[in-house]
């Protein structure tokens, strides 16, 4: 099992690819070990995939009954795009979306992911974000978590952004499981300049603070990572 990456690995060189391939990695679980990680685009839509040695999407978190101490099991595509691309303050940090499932809380208040009715009780079922990561050592040495908003601070978030004190956003982006496979389709903003995104594929644990305060979301695991090294080599198709 890995240990949390440092931002500086995120900068990295290396080489350029589409779809970045991988090799199996025994340590992690079948669910969450990347064979490959891939964006590829139609019009103006783009489709983040894995694929997976396993089953995707069939293991989740078992609830620890409180916000504090939540997990939150994670597929993740960093990205090189500016966090402002998706309406976020800019210059904040990673820009990377996240497909994710935590039984403990809901934050996709305006969504009734499972039908039932009710939009705040969807937190255990997958679905995406696009979160900000920045390094964080309050996390751990060489963590990284969500960057978190500071009370009494206003700045710029989307317009689905869920109301918690974080960098997130909630759009309506479910991720789709066919066996290996898990896929999220969303439209940038037009005119996103794509000539110079790049990406990676990672499968991970986050934590909600013990204190559910500052840092609120941490980055306690990486269980695999498609490049390897987090060089963030992929490009779009």
Known sequence: MRTPLTFAI?????????????????AASPAFDIMSA??????????????????????????????AGAPVWSYVWPTSLDPATVGFEDGTGILALASTAHPDFDDTPL??????????????????????LIPNDACGAGALSVRDIPEGASPKLPATWPGLPLFIDSPDARPLF??????????LPSGTDLTAFKFDGVTSALRVNQSVHAPLLCLVDVWDVASGDL???????
């Open 38 to 67: 891939d964006i590829s685009r139609t019009g103006e839509k783009l489709t983040f995939s894995m694929a997976i040695s396993g089953d995707a999407g069939t293991d989740v978190p078992t609830a620890v009954g409180a916000l």
């Open 10 to 26: 995120l900068i990295a060189a290396g080489p350029v690819l589409a779809a970045i391939t991988a090799p199996e990695t025994p």
């Open 111 to 132: 969504y009734d992911e499972d039908g039932d009715g009710d939009k705040n009780d969807d937190g255990a079922g997958w679905h995406s974000h696009w979160v900000v």
């Open 178 to 187: 066919e066996g290996h496979n898990i896929s999220v389709t969303l439209a």
């Open 231 to 237: 060089s963030l080599p992929g490009t779009v198709e």
